[in-house]
């Protein structure tokens, strides 16, 4: 029954705060929102796996994909489009499916979670593949429109990863890599966009990010692969290339420039003191990974 659903509970800590004083109120919020780190903790062991598992997946070609309703599904769709900013990945690698389409991130279309056949068959609509990994976004881990996509993927054998706020939920039984942090009751009860959705976005964070720290898109904590393509990203190539070489500012616009705007070249050519042309051919070998392509050696390649 969805009134036993823990994120339908009422938070006895909340039951007067329509009768606070702002501050008082805040206060109220702050102290609840403390317990969702704590209860993310708790699932790094299962977050480890599923970053595990779809690192693998995608290092052999595959892609990412999230999908959920309302206000997972929103969350889902940020996570996926903040990666080619971020990470400089084509934009198809990591993708976010919405119950309703995109209309439903700015206009609420909460009636078309209901549909488990429109999941599964806007994952097929969008190309989803075995080689591909469904992440499944459910505050209650019951939404019908997310178990419908879960077990379409789950049939073609796709890695299938789930995340949840509520204990033992159907997501997480019908997943191969449950995830199920409990931050407890909303202070406005049902309300699953508060510590819910902080919780799944600290989850969706440590997913995207671990996968593509496996995958080797990051050198050391430097954002290696982004691009140049305002003042701002021009300044930050340029502090990124000096950090990793230990050349001063000027010399890492020199080198930007004689890279050809790529910030790993540019770092593989002052780390070997190579010319544009073998510092490219030495990524190409190390399929981008920048570490590999200096020899340092560490995390896995990038499909």
């Known amino acids: 029954m969805i009134e036993n659903l823990l994120t339908e509970q009422r938070n006895p800590a909340s039951a007067d705060i329509d009768a606070m004083s702002t501050e008082a109120m805040l206060g109220v919020m702050n102290g609840e929102d403390r317990k969702v780190a704590d209860a993310v903790a708790k699932e790094i062991p299962a977050i480890a796996r599923a970053v595990d598992a779809i690192a693998a997946a995608m290092e052999k070609g595959g892609r ?7 206000t997972s599904g929103r969350l889902g769709v ?16 990591v993708q976010g499916i919405m119950a309703g389409g995109m209309e439903a991130l700015y206009k609420a279309t909460e009636a078309s979670e209901d549909d488990a056949e429109a ?10 593949t075995p080689a591909d990994s469904l992440v499944g976004i459910a505050a209650s881990g019951r939404t019908p429109y997310v178990l419908g996509a879960v077990e379409a993927a789950r049939k073609m054998g796709a890695v299938t990863a789930g995340i949840s706020c509520t204990p033992d939920s159907e997501l997480s039984r019908a997943v191969e ?25 600290l989850v969706l964070n440590m997913i995207s990010t671990g996968v593509m720290i496996r995958l080797g898109y990051v050198y050391g904590n430097l954002m290696v692969n982004v691009q ?52 490219e051919r030495r990524l190409a070998a190390a399929r981008g990974r920048l570490r590999a392509a200096i020899g340092e050696g560490g995390a896995q390649a990038r499909h």
């Open 64 to 70: 990412l994909f999230y999908i959920g309703a309302g």
């Open 78 to 93: 940020l996570d996926a489009s903040e990666c080619r900013p971020t990470f400089s990945v084509p934009a198809e690698m």
């Open 119 to 128: 999941g599964a068959r806007d994952l097929v609509t969008r190309g989803f």
């Open 177 to 201: 890599f449950p995830v199920a942090p409990t931050p407890g009751p909303e202070i406005v009860t049902g309300s699953t966009r508060l510590k819910a959705g902080t919780a799944t976005k």
């Open 228 to 279: 140049p393509s305002n003042e701002k990203l021009v300044d930050r190539a340029r502090r990124i290339i000096s950090a990793a070489t230990g050349v001063d500012y000027a010399r890492a616009g020199e080198l930007l420039e004689e890279g050809g705007r790529k910030v790993p070249v540019a770092i593989v050519m002052a780390k070997l003191n190579v010319a544009r042309e073998e510092a």
